[in-house]
């Protein structure tokens, strides 16, 4: 029987995965799979879950939300583990799943991944960190880090507006300075998100994005007065395309490799994580990481 690392964040979402455990185990053995699982924990570095990882592992199932995919995804480059990985959508968000068509069922989307083939997908890099959907900076992009665990557990979605919303009552600007092959870039901003997937907080902003053209797509939402800021950040808001904004509001275009400077001590994310600090060297890592379960 072929041996498969279930890597699982108990916290993750509403902590649906602790009843599916066994079903998805079930499945597996179906299949003639050995699970050996691991349950992530604050209290544990997550190297514990690579200590015997070897060839004979066939694949790392991975359950949890996009934050729970890039911690797996750094571990695996810090150990030089190069095995395909799957996705059981679990988070709250789940937006990297949801750019891969993978299913938020739990049982279709174990059935895809056994009866999948390997896929080659990009990922990103900034600095010394992988990220596998979005890195981003400024307004609404540390809300992840901001919300309560417990709050996040128990509102699921809910807990994302409001912190939102708190956020957009209080406006501020930041400047940074971008330098890419395609843009140049030094000014104000409010918001700009480096994107490898298509959504964040399940807004569809990057949908040019595709998971394995060799491109990050940028998007960079320029600081402007009160009254023609307020129609853009309702467009976020409500996901809208932003073709119908320029570039003196917003700019949109892609890359294989961008840095980018900030120094109003400026938080960065990745992935819902805590992020490096800039200056932010981003790249790019194309076919970077196999996947099942996607077409």
């Given at each position: 029987m072929k041996k498969v690392k279930l890597i699982y964040n108990p916290n993750s979402g509403e902590k649906k995965i602790t009843n599916q455990l066994d079903n998805i185990i079930k499945i597996y053995q179906k299949y003639n799979y050995i699970l050996i699982p691991y349950r992530l924990s604050k209290h544990q570095h997550i190297s514990k879950a690579f200590l015997d990882m070897d060839e004979t592992y066939d694949h790392l199932l991975i359950a949890?939300?996009?934050?729970?995919?890039?911690?797996?995804?750094?571990?695996?480059k810090?150990?030089?583990?190069?095995?395909?990985?799957?996705?059981?959508?679990?988070?709250?968000?789940?937006?990297?799943?949801k750019a891969l068509n993978i299913s938020l069922d739990i049982n279709k989307a174990v059935k895809d991944i056994l009866n999948s083939e390997p896929k080659s997908i990009d990922i990103g890099k900034i600095n010394n960190k992988y990220f596998i959907n979005v890195a981003s900076a400024g307004?609404?992009?540390?809300?992840?880090?901001?919300i309560n665990p417990?709050?996040?557990?128990?509102?699921?979605?809910?807990?994302?507006?409001?912190?939102?919303?708190?956020?957009?009552?209080?406006?501020?600007?930041?400047?940074?300075?971008?330098?890419s092959k395609?843009?140049?870039?030094?000014?104000?901003?409010?918001?700009?998100?480096?994107?490898n997937g298509k959504t964040a907080g399940n807004?569809?902003?990057?949908?040019?994005?595709?998971?394995?053209?060799?491109?990050?797509?940028v998007i960079i939402f320029?600081?402007?007065?009160?009254?023609?800021?307020?129609?853009?950040?309702?467009?976020?808001?409500?996901?809208?395309?932003?073709?119908?904004?320029?570039?003196?509001?917003?700019?949109?275009?892609?890359t294989k490799k961008v840095r980018i400077d900030c120094c109003d001590g400026l938080?960065?994310?990745?992935?819902?994580?805590?992020?490096?600090?800039?200056?932010?060297?981003?790249?790019?890592?194309?076919?970077?990481?196999?996947?099942?379960?996607v077409k």
């Open positions: 949890g939300g996009d934050g729970t995919v890039d911690i797996v995804l750094n571990a695996m810090e150990f030089n583990v190069d095995i395909p990985i799957a996705i059981l959508p679990t988070g709250t968000a789940n937006d990297f799943a307004m609404f992009t540390d809300v992840s880090q901001k417990e709050l996040k557990n128990y509102m699921g979605k809910v807990s994302y507006y409001i912190t939102g919303i708190e956020e957009a009552l209080h406006l501020r600007k930041f400047n940074i300075n971008v330098n395609e843009v140049m870039y030094k000014g104000d901003m409010y918001l700009m998100l480096v994107f807004l569809n902003l990057a949908y040019k994005a595709e998971v394995d053209d060799g491109y990050l797509d320029k600081a402007m007065p009160i009254p023609k800021s307020i129609p853009v950040l309702i467009s976020i808001l409500k996901g809208e395309h932003l073709d119908t904004y320029n570039e003196s509001e917003i700019l949109y275009f892609k938080l960065t994310d990745i992935d819902g994580e805590r992020g490096p600090d800039f200056p932010l060297d981003i790249e790019c890592i194309e076919d970077g990481i196999k996947i099942l379960g």
